[in-house]
């Protein structure tokens, strides 16, 4: 089945403690994306890529870090999370170009305390 | 920087009724504008992507329209049905890939 794959789907974590989110797709795009959604602020993009070991900054990228070094997986790192990083977390991909949408993972919700 | 907006931010109506949710756009140098579908709790499903040389999309029940002169996108439902209740989102998409989400329509649909 196609499909954008996310993990973990809950985290609680502690403030400082480094995680990583992973994220895989296997259809093969191109172009992969990471977004948070918060209450009132919308779907916010953090980060995106368009191609194995091109990454660029979307609205909101400061606190995460990622990379794309297989064009499958595109893994979203917090450094030190703060509590202010809490939130709703979605990955998507896209063979970009044509008329398909985006391909979303069904979602990773941290909370930092 | 780009700015999405959806009016309304909630809709309410019976079954059967014909809807347009609508979404604007600041910046008309777009490379595509999306539709998406949320439902409470999941993730969002893809309903129709309109690239910027293209007018609208349809598919089934749902048309989409996209005027970049004007900024504006607009989202067509026939026939709304209960399971037609969920939050639309639309995403303009620069050919860089940076996408911009407007905030949402959450549709209720009556019975």
């Known amino acids: 089945e196609a499909q954008v794959t996310q993990n973990p789907r809950y985290l609680i974590t502690v403030t400082g403690k480094k995680l990583t989110v992973t994220c895989s797709q296997n259809m093969n795009h191109e172009y992969m994306s990471w977004y948070r959604q918060d209450p009132g602020l919308g779907l916010r993009q953090i980060y995106y890529?368009?191609?194995?070991?091109?990454?660029d900054k979307g609205d909101v990228p400061e606190g995460y870090k990622v990379s794309r070094k297989e064009k499958r997986n595109f893994p979203l790192i917090l450094e030190s999370p703060s509590p202010n990083q809490t939130s709703l977390y979605f990955c998507?991909?896209?063979?970009?170009?044509?008329?398909?949408?985006?391909?979303f993972g069904s979602g990773t919700r941290l909370t930092v305390v | 920087k780009q700015e999405v907006t959806q009016i309304p931010a909630a809709l309410s109506v019976p079954e059967g009724e014909n809807l347009v949710l609508n979404c604007s756009f600041t910046?008309?140098?777009?490379?595509?504008l999306q539709w998406f579908r949320q439902d409470p709790g999941k993730g969002l499903t893809s309903l129709l992507l309109?690239?910027?040389?293209?007018r609208e999309q349809t598919s089934g029940r749902l048309n989409a329209s996209l005027d970049k002169s004007s900024g504006r996108s607009t989202l067509y439902i026939a026939a709304s049905q209960p399971g037609d209740s969920a939050t639309y989102l639309c995403a303009a998409g620069t050919n860089a890939g940076k996408s911009t989400f407007g905030d949402g329509t959450t549709l209720t649909v009556k019975p």
């Open positions: 998507a991909s896209n063979p970009w170009g044509g008329d398909y949408g985006y391909t």
């Open positions: 890529s368009m191609n194995v070991e091109v990454t």
């Open positions: 910046d008309s140098a777009i490379y595509n």
């Open positions: 309109i690239q910027s040389s293209q």
